[in-house]
C-alpha cells in the first residue's frame, strides 16, 4: 500500500452533520373544509429523520437498524444524494455535497450508488440485461462503444452471472440473480460508497448468505464503503464494523460491532438484543420489544423511547438525551449515563 493510501484509509467519506428531514402529511378533504370552518386543522409533520449527525469512514461498512418506519429508508436517501434534507449538511470527502455546483454533485452522485430490496421494482422489465448494466456508464462515457460488450460481460461477471445470459430480460432471472444484476449496475458507474437499503431481505436464506458474500467479497476487490441499512440483526452482525441504531428519526446509539452485541449500552438496544433468540441467529427480528412503536407523527417528548424504557425516569419525559461518548468508539443517548 503506499504512503498516499494509508492515508487516506479511514478518511471520512460521508459526514452528515444536522441532517433532518421532514415530510408534510397534507389535509385530507374532511379536513380541508374543517379548516375552511375555522377548526385548529393543520397539516401535520413526520419528523422521519431529526437532527442526525454521522461520519462514515473510507472502507467501513456501517450497518444501519432499527424498527420499520424509524427514518433508514429516509436517511439512506439522503445519503445516496436521491432526497434533499429539510436542514443539515451532508459532507462527501470533505466537500458539501447540497452547495456544490451541478456538474459536481452529478459526479457526487454517480459515486454514491443505492441498492434496493426490490431488483424486480427497480429493474426496467423491457431492458435486455445488457443494457440494464451498461447504458449509465456508456451516457456518462467510463466505457466506450467499442469496448461496451466487453465492459459488460466484465461486470456480469464480476457480480456472479454468466455474460451468455446478457441478451435475457430481469423476468427470466432468479430473485438472487436479479439482485446480482442490480449489483453489476450499481457497480458499472464506478462507485466507491454503496447504501444498501434492505438489500437482502427480499431473498431466501441461503440466497442471503451468497449475495452478503458478494458484497464483502467486492468490498475488498474495489475497495468499497457502505452503508447497510437492515431491520434483521443477524444480517448486521454478520457484515458491519460498525452499527448504528436508530429510534423515531433519532440515533440512539453507534458503536463497533461487537461492542453493540456485546455491551449494548441504550436500553432500546438491550431490548433488540433481548428480543433475539440465541441460538437461532436468523430470526433476528425487531418485533419483540415491548410497546407499540409511536407515531412519527407526534413522538413522545423528551426521550422518545421513554413510555417504552423500563428505566424511564421523570427527567426523560422532558429532557432529550444527548449522544455522547460512553466507552471509546461507543456513544449513546441516554439519562442514564449521567448517573454513572
Ligand atoms: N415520501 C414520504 N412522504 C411522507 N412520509 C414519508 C415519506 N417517506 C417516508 N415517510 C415517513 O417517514 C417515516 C420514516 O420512513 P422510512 O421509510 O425512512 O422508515 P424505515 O426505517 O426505512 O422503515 P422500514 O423498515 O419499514 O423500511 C415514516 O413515518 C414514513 O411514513
Ligand atoms: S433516557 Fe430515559 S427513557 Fe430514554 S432510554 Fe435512557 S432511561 Fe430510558
Ligand atoms: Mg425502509
Do not use: W
Not at 43 to 53: Q, S
Not at 64 to 82: D, F, H, P, Q, W
Not at 203 to 208: A, P, R
Not at 303 to 313: G, Q
Amino acid at each position: 500500500m503506499s504512503a498516499a493510501m494509508k492515508l487516506d484509509a479511514g478518511a471520512p467519506m460521508v459526514e452528515l452533520r444536522g441532517i433532518s428531514r421532514r415530510f408534510e402529511k397534507k389535509l385530507d378533504f374532511a379536513g380541508k373544509i374543517a379548516k375552511r370552518l375555522g377548526a385548529p386543522v393543520r397539516e401535520e409533520v413526520v419528523h422521519a429523520v431529526d437532527k442526525v449527525d454521522l461520519t462514515i469512514r473510507k472502507g467501513e461498512v456501517v450497518g444501519l437498524v432499527g424498527e420499520s418506519g424509524c427514518g433508514k429508508s429516509t436517511l439512506g436517501r439522503m445519503v445516496a444524494g436521491i432526497l434533499p434534507p429539510s436542514d443539515g449538511v451532508i459532507m462527501r470527502n470533505g466537500t458539501d455535497i447540497l452547495s456544490r455546483s451541478s456538474a459536481a454533485a452529478r459526479e457526487m452522485k454517480l459515486r454514491t450508488q443505492m441498492i434496493f430490496q426490490d431488483p424486480y421494482a427497480s429493474l426496467n422489465p423491457r431492458m435486455r440485461v445488457a443494457d440494464i448494466v451498461g447504458e449509465a456508464p456508456l451516457v456518462h462515457g467510463i466505457v466506450s462503444r467499442s469496448g461496451y460488450d466487453a465492459y459488460v460481460d466484465e461486470q456480469m461477471r464480476r457480480a456472479g452471472l454468466d455474460p451468455a445470459f446478457k441478451r435475457r430480460y430481469p423476468h427470466q432471472f432468479s430473485g438472487g440473480q436479479r439482485q446480482r444484476i442490480g449489483i453489476a449496475r450499481a457497480l458499472a458507474v464506478k462507485p466507491d460508497f454503496i447504501v444498501c437499503d434492505e438489500a437482502v431481505a427480499a431473498l431466501d436464506v441461503s440466497i442471503q448468505a451468497q449475495i452478503l458474500n458478494l458484497f464483502i467479497r467486492l468490498r475488498t476487490e474495489l475497495d468499497l464503503t457502505y452503508l447497510f441499512i437492515s431491520h434483521d440483526l443477524g444480517v448486521v452482525e454478520h457484515i458491519s464494523d460498525r452499527v448504528v441504531i436508530m429510534y423515531l428519526g433519532r440515533v440512539v446509539e453507534e458503536a463497533p460491532s461487537e461492542t453493540v452485541f456485546a455491551q449494548p449500552n441504550h436500553p432500546y438496544t438491550q431490548s433488540l438484543l433481548a428480543s433475539v433468540p440465541r441460538i437461532e441467529s436468523r430470526k433476528r427480528a425487531f418485533s419483540v420489544v415491548k410497546g407499540e412503536i409511536p407515531s412519527p407523527l407526534n413522538p413522545p417528548s423528551g426521550c422518545h423511547f421513554h413510555p417504552r424504557c423500563p428505566h424511564a425516569m421523570e427527567r426523560c419525559k422532558v429532557e432529550v438525551p444527548v449522544l455522547r461518548e460512553v466507552a471509546p468508539g461507543q456513544r449513546s443517548a441516554c439519562h442514564l449515563n449521567d448517573q454513572a
